[in-house]
């Protein structure tokens, strides 16, 4: 189970499970992409709308920030939901007042009309922090990146509640230059988080083959090696 960040689609993970040769799946989180929106956003509703689509039998997670702490969540069993070993990759770990506040404005503007869908696109990019070319709808008007803003709006994650929590084998990992997760603030969480070097915040766009090795690590290999591998 692969889970997009916040602003993003499942499309950022195409270029890490086209060689992929097991079962995989790559749902739009609610109010994304193609996924209807939620009354709340919280990381468990989030949590609890994807636990809707997943087998019951076990899997293992990987989720780019946003979708990391989702899959934290889901690790903690609280949804039915067997977790091997969860993978965050570039989570926000620490975050300020200001940050929440200029996060909860973005959360109460209405989302933008553009005339063409190619500023939607462009929009649509901008918020998700990579290019994207899907994630937009077509309304009255013209069109609209298909996020829901209200979703900025889902706070800041337990980080340490949530990995206490957890049923399942917590990986947490960013790329060396991430900004947003630093090494030093993974390291408060885990002993020796998983660094890609080189990379920034958005790996699986910058160096899907480097996530897809972490993938097939933890997939292939007990969850205790894999956490402490950098990913060359």
């Not at 997670?61 to 702490?69: A, F, N, R, Y």
């Not at 690790?75 to 977790?83: T, Y």
């Not at 020796?192 to 080189?198: A, M, N, Q």
Request: hydrophobic share 45%; aromatic share 6%; charged share 20%.
């Amino acid at each position: 189970m692969l889970l997009h960040g916040l602003g993003a689609t499942g499309e950022v993970w195409n270029d890490v499970v086209k060689d992929w040769h097991g079962s995989w799946l790559v749902p739009d989180l609610p109010g994304h992409g193609r996924s209807e929106p939620v009354e709340r956003y919280s990381f468990g509703s989030f949590a609890a709308s994807v636990a809707e689509v997943i087998p019951r039998e076990p899997v293992t997670i990987i989720g780019h920030s946003l979708g990391g702490v989702v899959g934290l969540a889901l690790a903690s069993g609280w949804f039915g939901v067997d977790v091997t070993t969860c993978v965050g990759v570039g989570i926000k770990v620490r975050w300020t007042d200001e940050e929440l506040a200029k996060a909860q404005a973005l959360a109460a503007k209405p989302g933008k009309v553009f005339a063409t869908e190619e500023e939607a696109v462009e929009r649509a990019s901008k918020m998700a922090g990579v290019k994207l070319r899907h994630g937009v709808s077509e309304v009255d008007g013209g069109w609209t990146p298909a996020l829901d803003m209200k979703a900025f709006g889902v706070g800041r994650p337990d980080m340490p509640g949530l990995i206490m929590a957890a049923e399942a084998e917590v990986v947490l990992a960013a790329g060396e230059n991430d900004p947003m997760s630093p090494q030093e603030h993974l390291k408060e969480l885990v002993p020796e988080p998983v660094i890609f070097p080189g990379c920034g915040h958005n790996v699986h766009v910058e160096s899907p083959s480097s996530v897809a090795q972490l993938l097939a690590q933890v997939a292939t290999n007990p969850p205790s090696a894999a956490s402490t591998a950098p990913v060359m």
